[in-house]
């Protein structure tokens, strides 16, 4: 069974950095596709974030310029670099891997394996 653990999550201020991790145990070179969602207290998952097994990259607007996704097979480790955050960043953070997902549906809450979780706190 997949699994997907999250790291790096915490409290900051504004303009502050964040580097979240998300560990596989499994390989990472199965995954095609592999993302970052978010979701703020009453709202829906947002996706923020996916990169594909060639490191295409899919990027919400909001965070464009300020986020940046990667991921390294060889560590099984996806990674969402986080630049000048805001306070509407404010979340828990979600790891999402899938094995067919087209890139269509990258920042689509439509993966198959997920982790649990971590919170970011932006304070102004």
């Known amino acids: 069974q997949v699994q997907l653990v999250e790291s790096g999550g915490g409290s900051v201020e504004a303009g502050g950095s964040l580097t979240l991790s998300c560990e596989a145990s499994?390989?990472?070179?199965?995954?095609?596709?592999m993302g970052w969602f978010r979701q703020a207290p009453g709202m829906e998952r947002e996706g923020v974030a996916a990169?594909?097994?060639?490191?295409?990259?899919r990027v919400t607007d909001s965070v464009k310029g300020r986020f940046t996704v990667s991921r390294d097979d060889a560590k099984n480790t996806l990674y969402l670099q986080m630049n000048n955050l805001k306070p509407e960043d404010t979340a828990v953070y979600y790891c999402?891997?899938?094995?067919?997902?087209?890139?269509?549906?990258?920042?689509?809450?439509?993966?198959?394996?997920w982790g649990q979780g971590t919170q970011v706190t932006v304070s102004s």
């Open positions: 990169i594909g097994r060639l490191s295409t990259t």
């Open positions: 999402a891997a899938d094995h067919f997902l087209p890139s269509q549906s990258w920042l689509l809450p439509k993966y198959t394996y």
């Open positions: 499994t390989s990472t070179y199965d995954f095609y596709a």
